[in-house]
């Protein structure tokens, strides 16, 4: 697979929220909040993107920001951002990322606030206005980014502006044709890619790099049958028994119009598995 491709606007996005917050401008946000529909690349993008400029991600996902003890996941956020700062004032950058951040957090009609929500949302509220000093302690400011699907689920004071500056990631025909470009690879030619993509308009990102694993299950059958005999030597060997798998991609490549035909089935396939079948 080649390098992931990251759009520039995205990268642009990035870079200066890094920039400003490093450079200890007072007047720009702490909070970098990315949203946009699910399985366009928001998350994998920032933190490839943060390897590639020499950035350590400390992540949170959004399971962390809930437990059955009450305050601990706010104390959770503000241990995250004194360890990103600590790193970074070791001379080694670093920021910090939650994941999924309306998912756990969010205000749904069918969820109910709970304590450590709300002392999430205090935490990060007090970071954003103060991001140098918690509890009498100096901190090393850090950028902050936070994903999701649905940006109206986030508390409003914390999505103000001076807290949270906000990017919707929603990427054009362009762009998105760039970016499955590189996942694909050398198994579409560039045009080829484009009327792929024009035949699936509503597929995420995610959903072609899925294709990908799935192109390469229907090049290597052979090579699946022979692997499942010995499952204990896949187990040991698991880089070799992938090099094997892929090698059968490009030895058994498939035309772009069987691309298209398996991409199109698996496409139907996942929108029937998503079909309710309780009323049968």
């Known amino acids: 697979m080649d390098a992931p491709h990251i759009p520039a606007r995205f990268v642009h996005e990035v870079d200066q929220h890094l920039v400003f917050n490093f450079a200890g401008v007072e007047a720009w946000p702490l909070v970098l909040g990315v949203f946009g529909r699910p399985g366009d690349g928001k998350s994998f993008q920032i933190r490839t993107h943060l390897t590639r400029q020499g950035v350590s991600c400390v992540s949170i996902n959004a399971a962390d920001l809930e437990s059955d003890r009450a ?18 004032s070791e ?14 957090v969010g205000e749904w009609d069918q969820s109910t606030t709970t304590v450590n929500h709300q002392q999430v949302l205090a935490q990060l509220m007090h970071l954003a206005d103060v991001p140098t000093e918690a509890g009498g ?8 980014f936070v994903t999701g699907n649905d940006l109206s689920k986030v508390y409003p004071p914390l999505r103000r502006p001076g807290r949270m500056r906000t990017f919707r990631w929603m990427p054009s025909d362009e762009e998105r044709k760039a970016i499955v470009a590189a996942i ?4 579409l030619e560039p045009e080829d890619t484009t009327t792929l993509l024009a035949k699936l308009p509503d597929a995420p990102i995610a959903f072609f790099s899925d294709l990908r694993v799935e192109i390469v299950a229907a090049s290597a059958t052979d090579e699946i049958r022979r692997q499942v005999q010995d499952l204990p030597s896949v187990t040991r060997n698991a880089e070799h028994s992938l090099k094997a798998l892929e090698k059968c991609m490009k030895s058994h490549k498939l035309s772009a119009t069987e691309v298209e035909t398996l991409a ?4 139907n396939d996942r929108l029937l598995a998503t079909t309710s079948h309780v009323n049968e």
């Open 71 to 88: 305050g601990q996941p706010g104390k959770l956020v503000l241990a995250k951002y004194e360890d990103t700062g600590h790193r970074t």
């Open 91 to 104: 001379g080694f950058p670093a920021a910090l990322l939650v994941d999924d951040f309306d998912t756990t």
């Open 137 to 144: 302690k100096p901190l090393q400011r850090i950028p902050v």
């Open 184 to 187: 694909l690879g050398e198994l």
């Open 264 to 267: 199109l089935a698996v496409w």
